[in-house]
């Protein structure tokens, strides 16, 4: 019977030092999502066709990263038109910059929609929330707004610590 004592003041000190590290890592800060009056931006950049472990896809990536160096205060924007279930499905990715306009190699891409939906997340990456639940978030609040999403959802990368996920409404 002691021991059962020990084992769970033991497991219950764990478990708050664990709740405690989460909470520090903002894993309690909730998702915060508001509808915005203007289109989503115009995105310059590269698209990305093959599977994950590719070496193409890390290149798609440095390339953007090295623009956004001669671009300061632009974000780097990527949508996974197919997100790969595994490591050697494909995926459809495209990958870049809020630019209005496209540098000669970079491909344009621009948004019909006047309105978006944006989710923020400021959260330390080891307790960001997975990609599905911030989808699931933006779209129930869409669903009590009465709106009807496009089903792009444009991931853009603010810092380590804080993504937005927009989600231009039709």
Do not use: C
């Not at 405690?20 to 894993?27: A, M, Q």
């Not at 999502?33 to 590719?54: C, N």
């Not at 929330?129 to 709106?147: M, T």
């Amino acid at each position: 019977m002691k021991k059962t004592g020990i084992a769970f003041v033991i497991l219950l000190a764990v478990s708050t030092v664990f709740y405690f590290i989460f909470d520090r890592l903002g894993g309690n800060n909730p998702i915060e999502i508001e509808l915005v009056e203007a289109s989503p931006p115009t995105l310059a950049g590269k698209y990305f066709i093959g599977q994950p472990q590719d070496q193409e896809l890390g290149n798609t990536f440095r390339s953007i990263e090295t623009l956004l160096s001669l671009n300061p205060g632009k974000k780097i924007h990527t949508i996974y038109f197919e997100e790969p279930k595994g490591k050697l499905d494909t995926m459809k990715v495209f990958v870049g910059l809020d630019l209005p306009f496209a540098p000669a190699d970079l491909e344009l891409l621009g948004f019909a929609e006047t309105r978006h939906m944006r989710a923020t997340i400021k959260r330390n990456k080891w307790v960001m929330p997975s990609p599905d639940q911030v989808k699931k978030e933006i779209e129930a609040s869409a669903k009590s707004r009465n709106l009807s999403l496009s089903g792009i959802f444009i991931d853009r990368i603010i810092s380590e610590s804080e993504v937005q996920v927009i989600a231009p409404i039709r």
